[in-house]
């Protein structure tokens, strides 16, 4: 019964998410995604260090809690109010699109390690298993954009064995960040299209 629930809860948040991607192109479903999942964290009391926000370290006080907190929101949010085009060329460049890309990174990681892989970790009991099923649904989420699919194929599986074994959701963020700004700025335009994705891929 267990392993059934976890599955409706994937089935229906993923296709939520493909909602998002692919028909209403709004921020308000980004929202309604995230209180989903909270409330799935909630009603299977998750923690704040079991999914990867304090690694390892003392669970501090409420007051910290609450500004730490707020700060993962502020650079969620950034995306939403922040353009991704590409400044000029260069390494000032890259690390210009790495910050900004660090608050979409860190929300598609609470998303994907934070959520789907813990989740297909209750279906499969098996971390390689729980990763290689990530990154698909990961890579199916950069359709059709096929450069980017096969990159977060491999980056999903890679990214969720690390969270595995570290269980650190910053560390798979920064990682997910620095290798898209490299990947932006060193693979030419005509192969990552801007790394669009949904419909606005065929504009």
């Known amino acids: 019964m267990k392993k059934i629930c976890a599955l409706a809860e ?3 948040i993923f296709a939520l998410c493909m909602v998002r991607i692919w028909l209403i192109r709004e921020n308000y479903m ?6 989903l999942i909270a409330a799935s964290w909630t009603l299977r009391k998750e923690t704040l260090r079991t999914l990867g ?13 609450t500004a730490y ?24 460049a890259v690390w210009s699109f790495m910050f900004r890309q660090y608050g979409w990174a860190l929300l598609q990681e609470i998303l994907v390690c934070g959520y789907f892989a813990l989740r297909l970790n209750d279906i499969f009991l098996n971390h390689r298993r729980s990763a290689l099923a990530t990154g698909i649904l990961f890579g199916i989420g950069h359709s059709p954009n096929i450069f980017l699919m096969a990159v977060t194929l491999a ?5 969720a064995l690390i969270f595995f074994k570290r269980r650190n959701i910053h560390e798979v963020a920064g990682l997910h960040a620095a290798v898209s ?6 693979v ?14 065929f504009n």
Not at 155 to 159: P, R, S
């Open 188 to 201: 030419p335009v005509y192969i990552h299209h801007r790394f669009i994705v949904g419909p606005n891929f």
């Open 69 to 92: 907190l707020a700060t993962i929101i502020a650079l969620c949010a950034i995306p939403f109010f922040r353009s991704y085009d590409a400044v000029q060329a260069g390494m000032s």
């Open 53 to 65: 926000f304090f690694p390892k370290m003392k669970i501090p006080r409420r007051r910290i809690q």
């Open 10 to 12: 994937i089935a229906t």
């Open 30 to 35: 980004v929202f309604i995604i995230l209180a």
């Open 181 to 186: 700004a490299v990947l932006y700025h060193a």
């Open 155 to 159: 980056g999903g599986i890679f990214l």
